[in-house]
């Protein structure tokens, strides 16, 4: 009974990784391929005709090498900095008293509740009054202080003793100098998993770009893979070469984080 439970365990694991990696596939395979074969039938995994033309096209007709650079300057930009003031934040609520702390981190949960879109033409308007439309500011400045990331972080730090923070005043360490030397390096795993969401997020992020920036030249990847789609005509040989480039970051970004990113998940789930 034990063995057939397990092979039929492993049976249903390996359906659900061919079925998950199955449109992935075909994504790199359809990159390589003319649009006729794409759209031939019976459909190919390996190209007939194999070619790095929609490549070559992509980065000839339209400037795709700025895209890339516009989406790694924001997602860099944005993680790095909502990584800082995060680790901040969740640092003050877990190890300083202060009044009101509870309300106002009360007021923070709550503020996860609201739905992004809601308030994106407010967003809008203000930022078109300050002048930052079509520029890179809206994607990088609001996400600064997220609210799960200081929650996150919170969580994670109310696990480290408080003994060890006490011994650094002792010794005549700063606020500050705690937080850089022992809070930092302790919180590896938990800023490792962030920043894979943080990245994510900002890399993968459609509407809000889609509404801030106009100007081709500062759109990022998924906004002009989208912009490529037309009424009569989509060249989907391109988007599909687009989108293998957008997803290699992510890959590359996660194989590098990924002993950190399970760790960091349990560890900030349990109080110890």
Do not use: H
Not at 60 to 89: D, H, K, M, Q
Not at 135 to 162: C, E, H, K, W
Not at 185 to 206: C, D, E, H, R, Y
């Amino acid at each position: 009974m034990k063995r057939l439970n397990k092979f039929i365990m492993y049976l249903i694991l390996t359906l659900t990784v061919i079925i998950t990696i199955l449109p992935f596939i075909w994504m790199i395979s359809a990159s390589f391929k003319d649009i006729r074969e794409i759209f031939s039938y019976p459909p190919t995994i390996i190209p007939d005709n194999f070619s790095f033309s929609n490549y070559l096209q992509l980065f000839a007709e339209y400037p795709f090498a700025r895209n890339i650079f516009n989406s790694t300057f924001i997602a860099v930009t944005a993680t790095t900095g909502s990584l800082f003031f995060c680790t901040l934040g969740g640092f003050g609520f877990a190890k300083f008293d202060f009044k009101f702390k509870n309300q106002l981190f009360l007021v923070l949960i709550a503020s996860m509740l609201i739905p992004p879109q809601s308030i994106m033409i407010p967003l809008f308007l203000v930022f078109k009054r300050i002048g930052w439309v079509n520029t890179f500011y809206p994607l990088i400045v609001p996400g600064l202080a997220n609210a799960f990331g200081i929650f996150f972080m919170r969580q994670y730090m109310t696990s480290i003793p408080d003994s060890l923070i006490e011994a650094a005043r002792i010794d005549g360490g700063s606020d500050f100098y705690i937080f850089l030397k022992i809070i930092v390096p302790i919180v590896k795993p938990a800023l490792a998993t962030l920043g894979i969401i943080f990245f994510m997020n900002s890399w993968n992020a459609f509407v809000w770009p889609l509404i801030i920036l106009q100007d081709i030249e500062l759109q990022t990847i998924p906004v002009v893979l989208t912009n490529l789609q037309g009424v009569i005509y989509t060249p989907y040989n391109l988007i599909m070469a687009g989108s293998v480039i957008s997803i290699i970051p992510l890959f590359v970004v996660f194989m590098f984080m990924q002993q950190y990113f399970i760790s960091g998940i349990t560890a900030g789930a349990v109080k110890q």
